[in-house]
């Protein structure tokens, strides 16, 4: 059963415009949530995050919003550019377990130059 | 500072062995986690290290364990492989038991024949 769903596997933007790269997930316990992206042949880096008593994080050219009703958050890349081409993951965690992250399955976001 | 290290990078194995993977955290880093990340899916929790703890263990099977050392370093061990398992297998470190983000090492990419 999948607590954290990444359900487009990939999404194509034109360099400059906004790319959007949705989550949901099921499990009410989960407080905190991250975006990771990762290069092939590389590790995950942390992009950004937020806490579920906020409903948006922004950190320079890329913002989160969070639904809690909805249990669906969302990363944003304003402009989008072809050096953001990469897997982005979707993680969350309960606290008591903040170290225990469960990801979604991905998104590979192509920028078009 | 020196990132998240570990090796080897490739390894390649039959069914039935066993084998040992290693982790080097980043300097100060007292909390070491292991993830499985498989073709198509997104990153699966194994378990996570503390003072040479473990205190979170992932939905995992028996044949899969691990330790941790005085200095931090640690590693993780897959006993009679499965072709399953081939998979990457990444270890993350973090300083102090929170919300931080965690740093992830390139992987160690694991081939069972």
């Known amino acids: 059963d999948q607590q954290v769903k990444q359900n487009s596997p990939s999404l194509s933007v034109q360099e400059g415009r906004i790319s959007i790269l949705n989550c949901d997930y099921t499990n009410s316990m989960f407080d905190y949530f991250l975006w990771y992206k990762k290069y092939p042949a590389e590790g995950p880096t942390f992009l950004i995050s937020?806490?579920?008593?906020?409903d948006k994080n922004e950190d320079g050219r890329f913002t989160v919003f969070l639904n809690k009703s909805a249990k669906h958050l969302s990363l944003h890349i304003v402009p989008s550019q072809p050096g953001d081409s990469a897997v982005y993951f979707c993680?969350?965690?309960?606290?008591?377990?903040?170290?225990?992250?469960?990801f979604g399955s991905g998104t590979q976001l192509t920028v078009l130059p | 500072k020196a990132g998240v290290t570990q090796t080897p990078r490739y390894l390649i194995k039959t069914r039935g062995q066993q084998v040992t993977l290693s982790c080097s955290p980043i300097s100060g880093h007292r909390s070491v986690s292991w993830y499985q990340q498989t073709p198509g899916q997104g990153l699966q929790f194994l378990f996570e290290?503390?003072?040479?703890?473990?205190?979170n263990k992932g939905n995992f099977p028996g044949r899969f364990s691990g330790r941790q050392f005085s200095n931090s370093r640690s590693e993780m061990n897959v006993s009679t492989l499965e072709l399953g398992d081939s998979a990457l297998y990444l270890c993350?470190?973090?300083?102090?038991?929170?919300?931080?983000?965690?740093?992830f090492g390139s992987g160690t990419q694991l081939s069972v024949l």
């Open positions: 937020i806490s579920s008593i906020k």
């Open positions: 290290y503390f003072s040479e703890t473990q205190r």
């Open positions: 993680a969350a965690s309960e606290s008591g377990s903040a170290r225990q992250l469960t």
């Open positions: 993350a470190s973090v300083a102090e038991p929170g919300r931080e983000k965690l740093f």
